[in-house]
C-alpha cells in the first residue's frame, strides 16, 4: 500500500513561485505513474502534471505548461512541483496521486496542501 505525504503550500503573490513536495512510501514500482492535481472551492478536482517513476515522461494540464515543472527523485522516493508565476487561478488544494501505468484510475492520494495566491 503505497503513503503520500504532501507538504510546501503556502501563502504567495501573484508572480510568485512554490515548490511542493510528495513523499512517497509503500509502493515505488518503476511503473507507476504519480500525478498532481487540485480543487479550488466550488469548481471540481483538476489534473495539474504527471510523471513516471521509470523514464521521467511528463504530462501537463494546458493551464500550467510553461509555469509549473514536475521532477522526481527516485533516491529520496520524492515528486515535486515547481510552480512559477503564479496566478490566483491557481489558488486550491493540491493533492499528489499514484497510479499503476496499465490502468487510468489513481487509486492513492495524499491529504492535500493549500496553496493560496494573492493578487
Known amino acids: 500500500q503505497v503513503q503520500l505525504v504532501e507538504s510546501g503550500g503556502g501563502l504567495v503573490q501573484a508572480g510568485g513561485s512554490l515548490r511542493l513536495s510528495c513523499a512517497v512510501s509503500?509502493?515505488?514500482?518503476?511503473?507507476?505513474?504519480m500525478g498532481w492535481f487540485r480543487q479550488a472551492p466550488g469548481k471540481e478536482r483538476e489534473f495539474v502534471a504527471s510523471i513516471r517513476w521509470g523514464d521521467g515522461s511528463t504530462d501537463y494540464a494546458d493551464s500550467v505548461v510553461g509555469r509549473f515543472t514536475i521532477s522526481r527523485d527516485n533516491a529520496k522516493n520524492t515528486v515535486y512541483l515547481q510552480m512559477n508565476s503564479l496566478k490566483p487561478d491557481d489558488t486550491a488544494v493540491y493533492y499528489c496521486?499514484?497510479?499503476?501505468?496499465?490502468?487510468?484510475?489513481?487509486?492513492?492520494w495524499g491529504q492535500g496542501t493549500q496553496v493560496t495566491v494573492s493578487s
Open positions: 509503500g509502493r515505488t514500482f518503476t511503473s507507476d505513474v
Open positions: 496521486a499514484a497510479r499503476r501505468i496499465i490502468s487510468t484510475l489513481y487509486d492513492a
